[in-house]
């Protein structure tokens, strides 16, 4: 819940002047815990050239005070390798999903000039101010098996080969980084938000969250690594379990083709791509069941 | 926050670089070494701390540095800064006569394509001894590839220019890019071991595989000391990833199968030294003058300026006690969160606390080190090149030249080891490098008479290797 805002405050800043700025002003929506209410700060730090959210928030973190200088504790969020590899990094930044890391503050402030908004992603329960819980999306990748099985350790000698053509249409929907831009977009995936019940074990907490995801749609990314590891010469060993999981609960029938996924994906994944061909799988799938019956 | 212990029969600590040591490096938020560190502090030898990597090419950001791939610099990328010290102007309006493209004035045969330490060297002493980086907060020149054609570099480079774009908002096709060494690779790390075979290889599946002196604690990747002693090959942190990666594991199943005692009592007594540890930081006066980010800066900064490139006595031994001092100050900081909930402030603040053992190792080894070998230079123990001009006297210095470097090798050719003193000090010893299958011999790229050294080396090496072929002969 997100409690009343002074808008009067908001719209003077927006019409503040364009000329190169002297400080950058940040309103972030924060909350202390699962389940709390939401609120938002103010901070101010100076402007420096070539910053990004990454480093606005670190500076934020040093200052430790709000833009009426009393002591805060430092905005809590997500990152590590502040290159758009990791994936965790993923924040609505005046607005939109993208990844902090390549948020340039220059960038930002041709869209809104001298102010910057940060808010957590709305599709993952929050655990702390900008940091979600992203579980449900790597339950998503479990759910459609999203890897290639090995039984063992043992030397399996070289291989299978895979030809130029074949790489060049798998490597893209492999530079997938599991930040959630994708899930945050799209209409057809909702938050799913569990509290812990009394004196509940971690256990037995994992177990009904997983229970309740597993009801509800897989993820654009989901979607897309399935078809990956469909097509990969080992992996497709395993396409039968994979298309279950794709036409089961919570499968491809769910997506309305939005395309709003293909649009935020910092990566540039063809997105659209593996689901139209998962859907033609899917149905292709469908028939071949309906037969061996 | 929790606590939890995790009794096992073996643990493999795979944690990366330290480059948080320094501040802003080409490595990740989460590459602290506070896990080697914490190794380090309990007993366990950290060994050729000095040997730190840097990469010539990255792109300086606000957060980190970011690598610019030396391709750039193969395809014809030039590398300049203005000649009068943090020229105001737009690079595109400095004409020729006042750009000082320093590698290829200061070397004509391989200009911008000198090797990456001397190139590393080059940018960082331009920007600290001359003081001519572009920009006076933050070091850096100019690495201009605005003189090719647009299609060439985004046939050839597309991929790199496309990641300077995104993350520093300018194309640098029109603009030069600007460019400072960044610190890359730890070659340091935990002491490992390694069974030795008959023919001087390694025995597969052996328990002491790249065990630390902790029998049942093992460190792999680039935590761990081996395989590239002073210098990192490029591509290869990648061979020291898969290959201890893979022959640790036969042999911590073989070490864990020989089992060991129940010891639940020496989990509990840890968890509650950390619980107690954790309640003492957060218990911490609040509003104090220093805060653990200020801290880390400072650290970052002093790291930076003595302890990558170039290294001199006087200013290691100085950092030293900075190090020392700031670390006086971390015991007192105060904290800006004091919640038990995903208190990102507090974790910060533990793992700053583990930079300064690893710090001490750095600058001491550095400091205790007089000579230079690989990513390790000090320019007050450089061996110089050959200055005679005539025939006979470059002999007879080739001469003297090839025993100093004999000298030097049985005196410096050993791993730096560092045990962590009771008073939190480094105690350093060496340990002799096992050399039986491939001799050392110079390193002379670029070095003035390195042709006539090598003709001296190789003789040396043939009239060594003649008593045996004689004796084998008859």
């Known amino acids: 819940m997100i409690r009343a805002v002074d808008t009067s405050e908001l719209v003077a800043d927006q019409q503040a002047e364009a000329s190169p700025p002297r400080e950058i002003r940040v309103r972030v929506l924060r909350q202390d815990a699962p389940g ?30 709000s833009h009426d200088g009393r002591r805060v504790a430092p ?66 990748l479990e759910r459609v098996k999203a890897w290639v099985p090995v039984d063992d350790s043992y030397d399996h000698g070289p291989g299978p080969r895979i030809s130029p053509e ?53 993820g654009p990314h989901a979607i897309s690594q399935a078809m990956l590891f469909n097509g990969h010469p080992t992996g497709k060993m395993n396409a039968d379990e994979r298309m279950e999981s794709l036409t089961g609960q919570g499968g491809i029938q769910m997506c309305g083709n939005a395309q709003n ?21 899917a149905t292709v799938w469908a028939i071949k069941k309906f037969f061996d019956r | 926050m929790k606590f939890r212990a995790f009794p096992a029969d073996a643990v493999i600590l795979a944690s990366g670089g330290c480059g948080l040591l320094y501040g802003r490096s080409t490595m990740s938020m989460i590459c602290t070494g506070s896990a080697v560190s914490r190794a380090y502090q309990a007993g366990v030898k950290y060994a050729n701390a000095e040997f730190i990597q840097v990469h010539p090419t990255a792109v300086p950001g606000a957060d980190k540095l970011r690598l610019m791939s030396e391709s750039a610099r193969g395809e014809g990328g ?70 090719i054609p647009r299609e060439t570099l985004d046939r050839k480079l597309g991929g790199i220019l496309e990641i300077y774009e995104k993350f520093q908002g300018v194309d640098p096709r029109d603009t030069p890019m600007k460019i400072f060494p960044a610190v890359h690779y730890s070659m340091g790390g935990l002491w490992v071991d390694y069974e030795k075979s008959a023919s001087g290889g390694l025995v597969e599946g052996s328990p002491r595989n790249q ?94 300026r003595v302890a990558t490139v170039v290294r001199r006595n006087d200013q290691l031994s100085q950092a030293y006690d900075e190090v020392c001092r700031l670390e ?18 507090v974790v910060f603040t533990k793992s700053l606390g583990d930079m300064f053992p690893i710090a001490k190792l750095i600058l001491k080894g550095a400091l205790l080190r007089d000579e230079c070998r690989g990513a390790h230079y000090k320019p007050d123990f450089a061996m110089p090149g050959i200055e005679a001009t005539d025939p006979a006297e470059q002999r007879a210095e080739a001469e003297r030249w090839c025993d100093r470097f004999e000298a030097n090798t049985r005196k410096w050719l050993k791993s730096t080891i560092g045990s962590h003193g009771a008073d939190g000090h480094p105690v350093i010893t060496y340990e002799d490098v096992d050399t039986s299958l491939l001799p050392p011999r110079p390193r002379l790229y670029g070095l003035v008479g390195g042709d006539v050294i090598e003709d001296v080396w ?10 045996a072929a004689v004796g084998a002969a008859s």
């Open chain 1, 166 to 218: 074949e790489q060049e249409d798998a490597y893209p929907l492999a530079t997938c980084i599991s930040c959630g831009c994708c899930m945050e977009a799209c209409p057809q995936f909702n938050k799913i938000e569990l509290s812990r019940r009394e004196g509940e074990a971690d256990e037995a907490f994992e177990a009904r969250k997983q229970e309740a995801y597993d009801k509800q749609f897989l």
């Open chain 2, 328 to 345: 006086d100050l971390w015991r007192h900081c105060s904290l800006s969160d004091t919640g038990n909930w995903t208190n990102q402030n």
């Open chain 2, 78 to 147: 030039r590398v300049w800064v203005p000649r009068t010290p943090q020229d105001p102007r737009d690079p595109k309006d400095i004409p020729a006569a006042d750009r000082y493209y320093f590698l290829e004035e200061r070397y004509p045969q391989y200009g911008n394509l000198v090797p990456r330490d001397i190139a590393t060297r080059e940018i960082f002493d331009i920007c600290t001894t001359d003081g001519l980086s572009v920009e006076k907060d933050r070091l850096c020149v100019y690495l201009d590839l605005t003189h």
């Open chain 1, 261 to 281: 996924c293909v649009a935020v994906c910092p990566k540039r994944i063809p997105l659209t791509r593996s689901i139209a061909r998962a859907g033609r799988a």
């Open chain 1, 36 to 65: 709390e209410e939401s609120y938002w700060a103010r901070f101010t730090i100076p402007y420096e050239p070539n910053m990004n959210v990454i480093s606005v928030l670190q500076r934020i973190a040093a200052l430790a005070k």
């Open chain 2, 211 to 304: 065990q630390t002196n902790v029998p049942g604690l093992y460190a792999i990747g680039e935590c761990d000391y081996q395989y590239h002693g002073a210098n990192r090959l490029g591509a290869n942190s990648l061979l020291s990833c898969i290959f201890s990666g893979l022959f640790c594991a036969s042999g911590v199943i073989a070490g864990a199968a020989r089992g060991g005692k129940e010891q639940g009592r020496l989990f509990t007594a840890a968890v509650k030294r950390q619980e107690d540890r954790h309640q003492a930081i957060l218990s911490r006066p609040a509003g104090g003058d220093s805060n653990p980010y200020d801290i880390h800066g400072r650290l970052g900064d002093i790291m930076t």
């Open chain 1, 75 to 140: 905005v809590a969020w997500d990152c590590s390798c502040l290159e758009e590899v990791c994936g965790s990094c993923t924040m609505l930044i005046n607005g939109r999903v993208r990844m902090a890391c390549s948020s340039l503050v220059d960038n930002l402030f041709t869209e809104s000039p001298g102010e910057i908004e940060l808010r957590p992603m709305t599709k993952f329960p929050v655990v702390r101010d900008l940091c979600v819980d992203r579980g449900r999306l790597f339950r998503s």
């Open chain 2, 458 to 467: 190789r003789e040396r090496q043939a009239m060594a290797a003649e008593p």
